[in-house]
């Protein structure tokens, strides 16, 4: 072949649609080696404990280990960030959620990481939250607290898992709703928030409801409701917020693999098949209700419809709440 003859337009051509062909064929012997999954929460996080099942059944499925490596702190962006600049070959996936995948681009100027770049995967599940109180606080009700807090103004905090996330912006969403003053503490996560709460270092805390039941069960923290527009399945005796005055609350926390940039199509198709596959178990569907959580699955179009109306319904809360981090 002559060099004319490979410069030509026609060679370039055929030469780039095979070089995208091959990179979207999954390695023949994928995975030849551990899969990771990073968590932006710490150890014990309801994300933390679901990635940890997905794990396992992926595990099972692939035969090859798949780690869950915690990187918490800065609203998720440690984590996200460790999983975007990771090669896209399929070894290191992400459990995204509100904040990775959406509410940090309206909160951050100079994000680390691009979410626009991952490659969906599928939707694992969705969980309510729960809004929790310092029993030693005088105040029983949801409507008793937002008297309370009216009374008071700026004598409440609210902890959160972090700064953009579900949690913070459900806090938000109600001191908008109700009218009230109250004061946000971020936290790494659960394991840091709880702790806080029970020791009345903090009054309200948004946490989901797989860590916050077992609390509420022995009487350490009080549940005013339930952050859906329905009840939770597994305390339905627990109110929404909704049904309690502030119609069109609903917020939750929801949970997404995502895979480095430029993972091959094929590797995120297999994926995608293996964790519908997952979701679909009786074993594990049990467990996930057995936690509060909800399984969703899907297509990957699905994962990418769904943050679609995901963006411009955060960006207006964002926007009424003036929330700014830098």
């Given at each position: 072949?002559?060099?004319?003859?490979?410069?030509?337009?026609?060679?370039?051509?055929?030469?780039?649609?095979?070089?995208?062909?091959?990179?979207?064929?999954?390695?023949?012997?994928?995975?030849?080696?551990?899969?990771?999954?990073?968590?932006?929460?710490?150890?014990?996080?309801?994300t933390d404990l679901?990635?940890?099942?997905?794990?396992?059944?992926?595990?099972?499925?692939?035969?090859?280990?798949?780690?869950?490596?915690?990187?918490?702190?800065?609203?998720?962006?440690?984590?996200?960030?460790?999983?975007?600049?990771?090669?896209?070959?399929?070894?290191?996936?992400?459990?995204?959620?509100?904040?990775?995948?959406?509410?940090?681009?309206?909160?951050?100027?100079?994000?680390?990481?691009?979410?626009?770049?991952?490659?969906?995967?599928?939707?694992?599940a969705i969980t309510?939250?729960?809004?929790?109180?310092?029993?030693?606080?005088?105040?029983?009700?949801?409507?008793?607290?937002?008297?309370?807090?009216?009374?008071?103004?700026?004598?409440?905090?609210?902890?959160?898992?972090?700064?953009?996330?579900?949690?913070?912006?459900?806090?938000?969403?109600?001191?908008?709703?109700a009218g009230i003053?109250?004061?946000?503490?971020?936290?790494?996560?659960?394991?840091?928030?709880?702790?806080?709460?029970?020791?009345?270092?903090?009054?309200?805390?948004?946490?989901?409801?797989?860590?916050?039941?077992?609390?509420?069960?022995?009487?350490?923290?009080?549940?005013?409701?339930?952050?859906?527009?329905?009840?939770?399945?597994?305390?339905?005796?627990?109110?929404?917020?909704?049904?309690?005055?502030?119609?069109?609350?609903?917020?939750?926390?929801?949970?997404?693999?995502?895979?480095?940039?430029?993972?091959?199509?094929?590797?995120?198709?297999?994926?995608?098949?293996?964790?519908?596959?997952?979701?679909?178990?009786?074993?594990?569907?049990?467990?996930?209700?057995?936690?509060?959580?909800?399984?969703?699955?899907?297509?990957?179009?699905?994962?990418?419809?769904?943050?679609?109306?995901?963006?411009?319904?955060?960006?207006?809360?964002?926007?009424?709440?003036?929330?700014?981090?830098?």
């Amino acid at each position: 072949m002559t060099l004319r003859l490979l410069r030509s337009p026609l060679v370039t051509a055929l030469f780039s649609t095979l070089a995208f062909a091959a990179s979207a064929q999954a390695p023949a012997a994928w995975p030849t080696k551990p899969i990771r999954i990073v968590v932006p929460f710490q150890a014990g996080s309801a994300t933390d404990l679901l990635s940890r099942q997905i794990g396992t059944g992926l595990s099972n499925a692939l035969g090859q280990p798949v780690l869950v490596e915690n990187k918490p702190g800065a609203a998720a962006m440690i984590g996200s960030t460790t999983a975007a600049r990771a090669p896209g070959d399929g070894y290191t996936l992400l459990m995204s959620g509100p904040a990775s995948m959406v509410t940090n681009r309206f909160l951050y100027k100079n994000l680390s990481y691009d979410p626009d770049a991952f490659e969906k995967v599928v939707v694992v599940a969705i969980t309510p939250n729960v809004l929790l109180a310092d029993p030693a606080l005088p105040f029983k009700t949801l409507a008793e607290m937002v008297a309370y807090a009216k009374a008071n103004p700026g004598k409440l905090t609210y902890a959160s898992f972090g700064a953009g996330t579900t949690s913070h912006m459900a806090g938000e969403f109600l001191r908008q709703a109700a009218g009230i003053d109250l004061v946000h503490v971020p936290y790494k996560g659960a394991a840091e928030a709880i702790p806080a709460l029970m020791a009345g270092q903090v009054s309200l805390y948004f946490d989901t409801i797989m860590t916050a039941l077992p609390q509420v069960k022995a009487g350490k923290l009080r549940a005013l409701g339930v952050s859906t527009t329905s009840r939770a399945a597994m305390a339905p005796d627990i109110p929404t917020i909704a049904e309690q005055g502030y119609p069109g609350f609903d917020i939750a926390p929801w949970y997404g693999i995502v895979a480095s940039n430029g993972t091959p199509a094929a590797v995120v198709s297999k994926l995608n098949t293996e964790i519908n596959k997952l979701l679909t178990t009786p074993e594990f569907r049990e467990r996930l209700v057995a936690t509060g959580a909800e399984a969703r699955g899907g297509s990957v179009a699905d994962f990418e419809a769904f943050i679609k109306t995901e963006i411009p319904r955060t960006e207006k809360l964002v926007r009424q709440s003036g929330i700014a981090m830098q």
